[in-house]
C-alpha cells in the first residue's frame, strides 16, 4: 500500500516539476525577447534622439539625408486597430451571442465550421482577396485614384479579428450555468432580455479575453496589412495609403544596414512595449471589474 501511494506521489512531483519548467521556458522565451528588443532596440534611439525618433513626422531612412520619425506608423498602428475594434467587436459579439444561445444546431454546426476555417486561413489570402477584391471595390465606391489606404486595411484587420472573438465568447457563454437563465425566465424576462441581462454579464471575463486576443491579432498583423494599406510612410488619413508599426519592420528588414537596421528594431520595441502597455492597461481594468 505504502509502495502504491509512493509512487502516486513520486509521479505527482514529476507531473508538477513538469509543469513548472514548461511554465519557466515560457517566461524565458519573453524575458529573452525583451531584453533582446531592449539592448537592440536602444542604441538607436540614443543616437536619433528619443523625442525626434518618437514624435518625428518623417520617415526617411534611405535618402541622402535620412529621417527616422515614426510618429505616422505610430498614429496609423492606433487608428487602424481601432478602427478594427469597432468594427469587429460587435459582429462578433453578437455573432456569438446567436451561435451560443439562439442558434438551431444544424446552424450552429456550419456557422461554427465557417468560423474555425475564417480562423486558419492564411494572412497572405486575406491580404490578397483585399487587394483583388476590397481595394477595387473602395476605390470605384468613393471615386479615388486609389483603394490601398487606412480603411482598407481597417476592414481586413476587422474580418482577421472576428474568429478569435466569436470563439472564445462561444466558449465563455456556452459556460454560463444553464440555472441562471432558467431563474431570469421564471422571474418574467424574456429570453433576449436574459441572454444580455444575465447571460452576457456573467461571462464578461470570457468575453473581455475574447477582445484582448482580437486587438493583439490587430496590432501584430503585418503582411495582409502590408498589402491593402499602401505601405507608404505618411500621416494616417482615410482613402491615403499608410504604414503600420508591423509594416514599417517588415517592408525595409531584409535590405536595411547600419543605423537604419538600428531604428527598425527600435520600432519592434515600441511596438512591443505598445502591446504590452494594451494587454497591461485591459488586465487592470478587468481586475478592477472583478474585485468591485
Not at 519557466?24 to 529573452?32: F, P
Not at 444544424?106 to 494572412?123: C, Q
Not at 491580404?127 to 468613393?142: H, S
Not at 479615388?144 to 465563455?172: E, F, Q, T, Y
Amino acid at each position: 500500500m505504502k509502495t502504491k501511494v509512493s509512487r502516486k506521489e513520486a509521479a505527482e512531483k514529476i507531473i508538477h516539476g513538469t509543469f513548472l519548467i514548461l511554465g519557466l521556458v515560457t517566461v524565458g522565451c519573453v524575458l529573452l525577447i525583451t531584453i533582446y528588443l531592449v539592448i537592440a532596440g536602444i542604441p538607436a534611439i540614443g543616437k536619433i534622439g528619443f523625442f525626434k525618433f518618437v514624435f518625428g513626422s518623417t520617415w526617411a531612412s534611405t535618402a541622402a539625408e535620412p529621417s527616422y520619425g515614426i510618429l505616422p506608423f505610430i498614429l496609423t498602428s492606433i487608428y487602424g486597430t481601432a478602427g478594427a475594434i469597432v468594427i469587429g467587436v460587435p459582429v462578433g459579439f453578437f455573432t456569438a451571442v446567436y451561435l451560443s444561445k439562439v442558434a438551431s444546431k444544424r446552424v450552429k454546426t456550419v456557422m461554427g465550421e465557417a468560423v474555425s476555417l475564417l480562423a486558419g486561413i492564411p494572412s497572405v489570402v486575406y491580404g490578397l482577396v483585399g487587394m483583388l477584391v476590397l481595394v477595387p471595390a473602395i476605390r470605384n465606391i468613393f471615386g479615388i485614384p486609389d483603394g490601398s489606404g487606412l480603411l482598407a486595411a481597417i476592414i481586413v484587420l476587422a474580418v482577421m479579428i472576428l474568429p478569435s472573438i466569436i470563439k472564445v465568447s462561444v466558449n465563455a457563454l456556452e459556460a454560463v450555468p444553464k440555472e441562471y437563465e432558467d431563474a431570469s425566465l421564471a422571474l418574467g424576462a424574456t429570453p433576449t432580455e436574459t441572454y444580455f441581462r444575465v447571460s452576457v454579464p456573467a461571462a464578461k471575463s470570457g468575453i473581455a479575453s475574447a477582445v484582448v486576443l482580437g486587438v493583439g491579432r490587430a496590432i501584430g498583423e503585418a503582411m495582409a496589412v502590408m498589402m491593402v494599406s499602401g505601405n507608404v510612410p505618411n500621416m494616417p488619413s482615410l482613402f491615403q495609403s499608410v504604414r503600420f508599426l508591423t509594416t514599417a519592420v517588415a517592408s525595409e528588414m531584409s535590405y536595411s544596414a547600419g543605423l537604419q537596421r538600428q531604428a527598425l528594431f527600435s520600432i519592434a520595441l515600441v511596438l512591443f512595449l505598445f502591446i504590452m502597455l494594451i494587454n497591461a492597461t485591459l488586465n487592470f481594468f478587468l481586475k478592477r471589474k472583478r474585485e468591485g
